[in-house]
């Protein structure tokens, strides 16, 4: 499989080297010397891995769906396009895989998630609350996985309606808190509190390595598919 690697910072790397492992061919590296004349040789690529910025990401993806280039975005921080982007790529019947984290581990916590929350709808005498840790080059803030782990708790939990990025004491708003630490890969934390006891599930990433492998198993299970996809698409058709 020849691949395009879109974003060639620490994770891009991190890619490459995972999938020159597994067999590939990285034909193409976009860098920042690059980005704005790069779109002509995805015609030597068969799939593009994406981890860039959010102000870079809907140009890229954009690029990939005129050159008919399947593409798995790992870039968060931009889901306010996603609905139209998904549309877009409907409409032109081309293929995205994007998920807001790639690592088996995380989709396997998301799980674990939504079914601890459904166990603890009915206790609402516990407030539950996110904490997410990354390193201090992170762009966004709440990390994607931790919104889409207070998605999954508004969906199973009664009593929550929104998420707020800062503490707060309202019933109905879940609380993310954010730090930016040094080189921390990524520590997500889900904790349930009561006056009487506090109960926590933990991810968290030792390396890069996890979201990469991730990344390039997606980049090759969505070869030859058309459509949008997703990480519940390749762990339910899979035995990773």
């Not at 080059?137 to 207070?150: C, E, F, V």
Request: net charge negative; charged share 25%; aromatic share 8%.
């Amino acid at each position: 499989m020849k691949i395009a690697i879109i974003g060639y910072g620490k994770m891009g790397k991190e890619i490459e080297k995972i999938a020159i492992s597994r067999g590939h061919t990285v034909s193409l590296i976009v860098d920042k010397g690059n980005s704005k004349h790069y779109t002509h040789d995805l015609n030597l690529v068969d799939v593009a891995i994406e981890f860039t910025s959010p102000q870079s990401v809907i140009d890229n993806i954009n690029n990939c769906f005129e050159f008919n280039v399947p593409i798995v975005v790992g870039t968060t921080g931009w889901m306010d396009k996603l609905d139209e982007v998904k549309k877009n790529c409907s409409q032109k019947d081309k293929t995205l895989f994007f998920a807001s984290n790639f690592s088996i581990g995380v989709n396997l916590f998301y799980k674990l998630n939504s079914f601890l929350a459904n166990l603890m709808n009915v206790h609402p005498e516990y407030n539950v609350d996110i904490e997410e840790i990354h390193h201090i080059h992170k762009l966004d803030a709440p990390s994607g996985t931790a919104i889409s782990l207070a998605n999954q708790l508004m969906k199973e939990l009664d009593t929550k309606s929104e998420w707020v990025n800062s503490a707060s004491e309202k019933q109905n708003e879940i609380s993310i808190i954010s730090k930016r630490e040094n080189e921390v890969p990524g520590t997500h934390t889900v904790s349930y509190k009561s006056l009487i006891d506090e109960l926590t599930i933990t991810h968290k990433a030792n390396n890069r390595e996890g979201f990469a492998i991730g990344a390039v198993i997606a980049a090759e299970w969505v070869i030859g598919k058309k459509g949008v996809f997703g990480m519940e698409d390749l762990l339910s058709s899979s035995k990773i």
